[in-house]
């Protein structure tokens, strides 16, 4: 099967603008997951889907958004970019029920520099 | 909610030393811990994982213990190599539909 697939793979946007990163999950996987990941700040969740609706969500502010579509892909917004967003974002499907029993698996990662 | 704490945050070896990696938790009802190893440039990926009814996994040169009543787990990885040198997370779980707490890793340097 295919892993876990994100795009675009690198992003450069200025204060204030909006980005949308989208991934595709392995096939048959009904749950994704995304993180942000900075220096010293390890993983940090910022929400799940499955079956297109937000089973679980971290703690980051409105301005970080997302969906899941009827196929499982899933698109993540953050709208007013700050500097502070810049970061490797990286999702992670799991098959069946997914969550925190079953192996997640991880995508490349879209890497976003806010200028 | 859970929380993970991972020690060291940095761990430099020699080729052929052990080395061992702590994280707690604090939620009783976790019940699945994985750790995942993350090569520089690369995506995380899930190296071994132990669920509660386990006290100990081994994998080749990896293993992982875990202690429920002190709220611990370890990675051990043994005969260290080169290529062993990435950041490793490891992470906490209740299962079902929550999300494993990731610990904020440790960066494995294995000196030739």
């Known amino acids: 099967k295919a892993g876990v697939t994100q795009t675009p793979r690198y992003l450069i946007k200025t204060r204030g603008q909006q980005v949308t990163l989208s991934c595709s999950p392995i096939?048959?996987?009904?749950?994704v997951s995304w993180y942000q990941q900075t220096p010293g700040q390890g993983l940090q969740f910022l929400f799940e889907?499955?079956?297109?609706?937000?089973?679980n969500k971290g703690n980051f502010p409105g301005r970080f958004s997302g969906r899941q579509f009827s196929n499982s892909r899933s698109e993540m917004n953050v709208s007013t970019l700050e500097l502070g967003d810049s970061a490797l974002y990286l999702c992670?499907?799991?098959?069946?029920?997914?969550?925190?029993?079953?192996?997640?698996?991880f995508g490349p990662g879209t890497r976003l520099t806010v200028l | 909610g859970e929380n993970v704490e991972q020690h060291p945050s940095t761990l430099s070896v020699q080729e052929g030393d052990s080395a061992v990696i702590k994280c707690t938790y604090s939620?009783?009802?976790?019940?699945?811990f994985p750790w995942y190893k993350q090569e520089l440039g690369k995506r995380p990926q899930l190296i071994i994982d132990?669920?509660?009814?386990?006290g100990e996994k081994k994998d080749q040169r990896i293993a992982v213990t875990l202690n429920k009543t002190a709220k611990h787990f370890s990675l051990h990885i043994t005969e260290t190599q080169p290529e062993d040198s990435a950041v490793y997370f490891c992470?906490?779980?209740?299962?079902?539909?929550?999300?494993?707490?990731f610990g904020r890793g440790t960066s494995l340097i294995v000196h030739p």
């Open positions: 992670a499907s799991s098959p069946l029920e997914g969550g925190g029993s079953d192996t997640q698996y």
């Open positions: 096939s048959g996987h009904r749950s």
């Open positions: 889907y499955f079956s297109e609706t937000q089973r």
């Open positions: 939620d009783s009802a976790s019940n699945y």
């Open positions: 132990i669920r509660s009814n386990v």
């Open positions: 992470a906490a779980s209740k299962g079902g539909s929550y999300i494993p707490t």
